[in-house]
């Protein structure tokens, strides 16, 4: 006499499930993937990525890099119609930190980070190394932050500053505001500018 529970476990195997993977190969022209199934190491056909995916008059496109870890499901159960329909974080690819507050991005806020390293594709092989330069953009409750490599702006609610380096530019209520540089147009230096009056040359400027 059988156990019955054997019999649903068996059962429940050969059901189509939710069920984690690899992604191995990437069309971004198309936007989709091959992926390993685990625990199998099994590779997929092509499947489309649906994770970071916005169609229509507005699109959002963000194709899964090889060694992401991700989430497929089957369509209307079958086991043989899988679909990407996320990515998930683990040990080795972890939530990115921000440039702008130091930390992962928290409830209510948004965080989209370039250049974080390439996730590792065989066993065995270290992510890659994070980029200095690359991209960010943090949306917050106070202020919108975005960056790329020794520049940034900030967008906050009485003010926006820019900064390159150690130059900085402050707009507010109060007016503009330039230091740690100088100001230029393609005729013209503030700092080396010298005006005319009459044929007597005054001083430079001060304050």
């Known amino acids: 006499m059988s156990d019955a529970r ?52 507005l699109r959002l496109s963000c194709p899964s890099a090889p060694g992401t870890h991700v989430v497929l499901q089957p369509l209307e159960g079958d086991g043989e119609h899988l679909v990407v329909t996320g990515a998930v974080y683990d040990t080795v690819v972890t939530a990115p930190v921000s440039p702008w507050t130091g930390r992962v991005a928290q409830p209510g806020e948004m965080l989209v980070r370039a250049g974080c390293g390439a996730p590792p594709v065989t066993p065995g092989q270290l992510p890659g190394g994070p980029s200095g330069n690359g991209d960010w953009w943090h949306v917050g409750p106070d202020d919108v932050a975005v960056g790329a490599g020794n520049a940034r702006m900030v967008i906050q609610n009485d003010e926006i500053r820019l900064s390159v380096g150690g130059g900085a530019l402050v707009l507010g209520p ?3 505001t330039v230091t740690g540089g100088d100001v230029r147009t393609d005729q013209h230096s503030l700092n080396d500018h010298v005006p005319v009056l009459g ?9």
Do not use: C, Y
């Not at 054997?6 to 990437?26: E, K, M, P, Y």
């Not at 044929?199 to 001060?206: A, D, I, L, N, V």
């Open 174 to 176: 109060s007016g503009l």
């Open 199 to 207: 044929t007597e040359k005054t001083e430079g400027p001060t304050g």
């Open 6 to 57: 054997f019999d649903a476990v068996s059962l429940l195997n050969r059901t189509a499930h939710t069920v984690f993977g690899i992604v191995s190969a990437v069309d971004p022209v198309n936007h989709a993937v091959r992926v390993r199934l685990q625990p199998d190491d099994v590779e997929t056909g092509w499947l489309p990525d649906m994770g970071g995916v916005q169609a229509g008059d």
